[in-house]
């Protein structure tokens, strides 16, 4: 994905310059154009109190709302197996999912509106988002800021602003959809499929009137539901009523939202919507047919043009010039590490498992360990004693680290130079199947480590 212009970098998918400090997450949820929590890597759960809130809202009984827009199986995974041990579980407060566009559980939710601001800037919002489900509401805090969404959502900011700028139009996104042609999501490897769903989500933009009126019936929803004694039994006999084995007995942070709304949305426009889309089957081109992201992991920090929100000294494209390939490959490697570093010293909780500081000292070996080796790069490249010192005040290394500082990795000089990646990293572009990682923090940790070692293997004074 190649843009001209402004970098893709910023730290929040809002408008661009609209927050570059610190702000509270409260502000950064309610500004994101992206809405790339109604389009999650997984359904949204349902509690008992939810499908009570939604069903309100709607003014139908809860079976009612049930039937038309809570689903319990889905195609493109194994549902028994993944789902069903939370919906028989008598301790989870699981009672069903929401509704996805289309018959996948990585499809945008059935609620998803689109919409544009005064200035013509396309941005996606809950069409029911007085009554939304706590899970929603908890979701920027609990999982936007660490996995691939909050990557995706920015991504998906930047785009907007360029469709309405002009700079993106049918004409460009049909040429990028035919470049990119038949996509296999279960074999494409991950820059691929970004790079597909930014563009499926720009042509939805651009026509946000279809895409709001494209009907959700492409499958029978009944055939993926329970029957509904099951559900309405299951609802009544929750232990949990409101997620409380995941955040606690105690309320707290967006928990407290409170409902406002009465049964003002029933006859409502999107009311009336809403109602006609979950009975209508898609039109003659459908928007929500596929191509969205299904996975965990993203890669934001690879994508050409992306720069960091710290800025660390880069390397000239001049120095490449009279370099060697080894050499020239093992600069394309730092000059990876030092953008890597701008990115990750502006970016909060990028580990959704693992302890702050984890990247930081990961970054802080890698670059040790070019100076610990001697390699002709550490005093060629500007950036990296920058990001040495900045990672220093952050993290320091255990004692046993140091000792694998001299480790040499194993393989041969020209794997390492044909298995680089295109922006110098190793390991960035993983495919679905036995090497894609289980977490956006596995990601970033197998990703830094090959970069580390192929900087070291690739040292041309040991190169004959």
Known sequence: ?????????????????????????????????????????????????????????????????????????????????????????????????????????????????????????????????????????????????????????????????????????????????????????????????????????????????????????????????DSIDEKVNRMLSRLWLRLEEKYGPVPWGEQLHPYRAGLSFKGSEDWQRLMRLSEEAPGEAPLFAGGDYAYYVAARAAIAGMGGGKSFARLPAVALEGQGEVMQAALKACDALVRFAGFIACEEGLLELAPRGTLERELLFAIRRIEAMQHPAWDFHPGLSEVNEWASTRVSLPVHWQRRLRLRPRGLVKDWLRTQGRFGMWHENPAPGKDWPATQGDFWLRLLRGTSDGIVALDPRRVS
Request: glycine residues 8%; proline residues 5%; aromatic residues 10%.
């Open 1 to 225: 994905m190649s843009m001209s212009g402004e970098s893709m970098f910023r730290i929040y998918p809002v408008k661009g310059g609209k927050m570059h400090g610190p702000v509270s997450p409260q502000d950064v949820c309610q500004g994101c154009l992206s809405g790339g929590c109604c389009a999650s890597e997984d359904p949204i759960t349902l509690t008992a109190f939810d499908i009570l809130r939604l069903s309100t809202f709607f003014d139908l009984s809860p079976a009612q709302w049930m039937l038309r827009f809570t689903q319990d199986r889905f195609e493109g995974e194994d549902s028994e197996a993944k789902r069903r041990p939370y919906l028989d579980d008598p301790e989870s407060s699981a009672v069903t999912w929401l509704r996805r566009r289309a018959n996948l559980p990585s499809s945008p939710c059935i609620f998803l509106k689109y919409i544009r601001e005064e200035d013509g800037t396309p941005r996606r919002v809950c069409g029911v988002h007085e009554a939304r489900p706590l899970a929603c509401r908890e979701y920027y805090f609990d999982t936007c800021r660490t996995r691939w969404t909050g990557e995706l959502a920015n991504l998906h900011a930047y785009g907007y602003e360029k469709v309405r700028d002009g700079e993106i139009d049918a004409e460009r996104v049909d040429a990028e959809l035919a470049r990119l042609g038949s996509v296999d999501s279960g074999s494409a490897p991950m820059s691929i499929q970004m790079d597909l769903a930014f563009w499926v989500e720009m042509r939805r933009v651009l026509d946000i009137e279809s895409t709001n009126a494209e009907g959700a019936r492409s499958f029978e929803i009944a055939a993926y539901q």
